[in-house]
T-cell receptor, first 112, second 112 residues
Framework: QKEVEQNSGPLSVPEGAIASLNCTYSDRGSQSFFWYRQYSGKSPELIMSIYSNGDKEDGRFTAQLNKASQYVSLLIRDSQPSDSATYLC????????????FGQGTTLQVKP | EAEVAQSPRYKITEKSQAVAFWCDPISGHATLYWYRQILGQGPELLVQFQDESVVDDSQLPKDRFSAERLKGVDSTLKIQPAELGDSAMYLCASSSQGYEQYFGPGTRLTVT
């Protein structure tokens, strides 16, 4: 059973701080990873994708991938109250279909 | 900006009744996915279409669930009969190359 593991949180950070969200995955053959943001009662919104080892930056967001450790992280700089949401980590299954396998999500609370 | 459309947004039904959900993917996206998300968990794939063909329905409860994408564009997911445990958010997503998936707004189903 291929899995993605995340700490459910909540992770609480003050406004302006760096929020660090982490996940691990079990499918060693997976090559593609995604972070989705989901506000309460809404659908997931794709915010980052990463395919290569190292860092990928997009605005205040940085995704980090370490395939040897099977570890993916998302850093949010200058956190804002509007960043308060659940963040879902997903890996693309290495099998024929390439379906996404999601973690349970980490709830982030940014306090003013 | 192109979006995935879903309807209805909310559905309340009694157990043993039939329900149906509709999804229209982003124009040109050949791959369409139906996910189910239970509160507090990540989305889980129910069925994946490539054009009009089913690629993966291994997690679809086929005794009560059915899905079709007859012309390779929009899709319908049906449940008959609905059970209390089917209460969840039903999410449709689409992708063009099978990598980045974009979700619609979802249908919140409540079975009473």
């Amino acid at each position: 059973q291929k899995e993605v593991e995340q700490n459910s949180g909540p992770l609480s950070v003050p406004e302006g701080a760096i929020a660090s969200l982490n996940c691990t995955y079990s499918d060693r053959g997976s090559q593609s990873f995604f972070w989705y943001r989901q506000y309460s009662g809404k659908s997931p919104e794709l915010i980052m994708s990463i395919y290569s080892n190292g860092d990928k930056e997009d605005g205040r967001f940085t995704a980090q991938l370490n395939k040897a450790s099977q570890y993916v992280s998302l850093l949010i700089r200058d956190s804002q109250p509007s960043d308060s949401a659940t963040y879902l980590c997903a890996s693309r299954d290495s099998g024929n279909t390439g379906k996404l396998i999601f973690g349970q999500g980490t709830t982030l609370q940014v306090k003013p | 900006e192109a979006e995935v459309a879903q309807s209805p947004r909310y559905k309340i039904t009694e157990k043993s009744q039939a329900v149906a959900f509709w999804c229209d993917p982003i124009s040109g996206h050949a791959t369409l996915y139906w996910y189910r998300q239970i509160l507090g968990q990540g989305p889980e794939l129910l069925v994946q279409f490539q054009d009009e063909s089913v690629v993966d329905d291994s997690q679809l409860p086929k005794d009560r669930f059915s899905a079709e994408r007859l012309k390779g564009v929009d899709s319908t997911l049906k449940i008959q009969p609905a059970e209390l445990g089917d209460s969840a958010m039903y999410l449709c997503a689409s992708s063009s190359q099978g990598y980045e998936q974009y979700f619609g707004p979802g249908t919140r189903l409540t079975v009473t």
